[in-house]
């Protein structure tokens, strides 16, 4: 997706640099070309003879090339760039960038870039709530930068809070959905996938087949589109490989609602393809259940229905799309679902067909749309399958 991009990545001095080593190594992967400017502090955390190993060229420091007298012109360098990323970005720098100081060769560069500018702040929780950080980051905006929000996490000073480096993957994304033409630009979409595991004691729990691939199938596609794609996704064997997709890792139902909720207002499109336990047990064992008696009674309780509280939530201009699998009477029942939960779609599984539902490569799927259009499709691969649904999502937003 970033083959022939020129990326400059500007590393400062902050204890998240190590994670610059990975972030280029993404970023060549991706097919980009990628050259490495630092600040002196930089290599306090980690070395210039490192990243210019993993960018397979020079990584510049200063104004002059060693002892040769060489010059470093950085004007020629924010001039070769397609997008210029400092990450970590030091409160530092920030304080610099934000106020037209210069006085060594990565500020020298950013002043002289015409490229867009993406920074990713990285500092201890106070200083990142500080004012001045706080205005610097938003003159930086009002200059046209990008910013690429700390995240949330344990900090090195042991504290818990705001201000970690984002993750390089997310980076990434954010770097794929600025260069993406896709016709899902700008558009948040949050897949939930898999299923979820419901504890009866500290080693046993009720849970389903699903493999989360069908849900993985979909998130790729609507990346592929230039969406932002995040996963809300319980416990799965195998998680593909998916730098562009921000994943949310959950293990019940109750923690899958609370993922999605949290970040429900902020989505455009959401599709509920995760196999959500209906019901919990009432009262999980702290220990081991030991087998005494003959039979067992187990106590249950209903859980959250996720897509339905999303459908009572739902405001202008979302657009909800549930999955159903059902074995008898599938067309009524996936349509009550669909009107009693306020949905715009709905996607019928089918266990009948052979190569459909969990576990497989392949699924077989009707659609039924809330102006009552019924569409059934041939069995396919679930990349194909997802292909389909998003191209009728997309109709039906009107992209």
């Known amino acids: 997706m970033l083959t022939g991009k020129k990326i400059l990545i500007g590393v400062c001095g902050s204890i998240a640099a190590y994670k610059s080593a990975h972030l280029i190594r993404l970023f060549i992967k991706e097919g980009a070309e990628v050259r490495v400017v630092m600040t002196a502090s930089a290599s306090s955390f980690i070395t210039p003879l490192t990243l210019s190993t993993l960018s397979k060229h020079q990584v510049y420091t200063d104004f002059e090339n060693g002892s040769s007298g060489v010059w470093n012109n950085h004007v020629d360098l924010g001039l070769w760039a397609d997008a210029f990323i400092i990450a970590p970005a030091s409160a530092n720098t920030l304080g610099k960038m934000a106020n037209g100081l210069c006085d060594n060769f990565l500020t020298a560069v950013y002043l002289s870039a015409r490229c867009p500018v993406f920074f990713a702040p990285a500092m201890d929780l106070d200083m990142h709530q500080h004012p001045a950080v706080v205005s610097a980051i938003s003159k930086l905006k009002g200059f046209g930068n990008h910013l690429i929000e700390a995240e949330s996490g344990e900090l090195a000073s042991g504290l818990y809070g705001t201000g970690r480096m984002a993750e390089p993957e997310n980076i990434l994304s954010q770097i794929h959905r600025f260069f993406s033409s896709g016709r899902l630009k700008n558009k948040k979409v949050l897949i939930t996938a898999g299923p979820t595991r419901e504890p009866l004691d500290p080693v046993r729990y009720i849970t389903n087949h699903s493999s989360g691939k069908m849900g993985y199938a979909l998130a790729k596609s609507f990346a592929a589109e230039g969406a932002e794609v995040t996963v809300v996704c319980g416990p799965i064997q195998e998680k593909p490989d998916t730098s562009n997709i921000k994943t949310v890792d959950v293990t019940t139902a109750v923690e899958m609602h609370k ?34 008696e003959d039979t067992f009674a187990l106590h249950l309780k209903k859980n959250p229905d996720i897509a339905a509280e999303a459908g009572k939530k739902k405001r202008l201009g979302q657009f909800l799309a549930g999955f159903a699998l059902e074995t008898n009477n599938e067309k009524e029942n996936a349509l009550k679902k669909l009107k009693n939960k306020n949905l715009d779609m709905i996607i019928l599984n089918s266990l009948k067909d052979e190569g459909a539902g969990f576990g497989h490569e392949t699924n077989k799927i009707s659609i039924l749309e809330k102006d009552n259009n019924f569409t059934s499709f041939e069995l396919k691969s679930k990349e194909e399958v997802a292909k389909d649904i998003k191209e009728l999502v997309i109709k039906k937003i009107h992209v």
């Open 259 to 292: 993922a999605v909720m949290d970040i429900f207002e902020k989505q455009d499109i959401l599709i509920f393809a995760a196999a959500v336990a209906d019901y919990t047990p009432a009262a999980p064992s702290d220990t081991k259940i030991k087998k005494n």
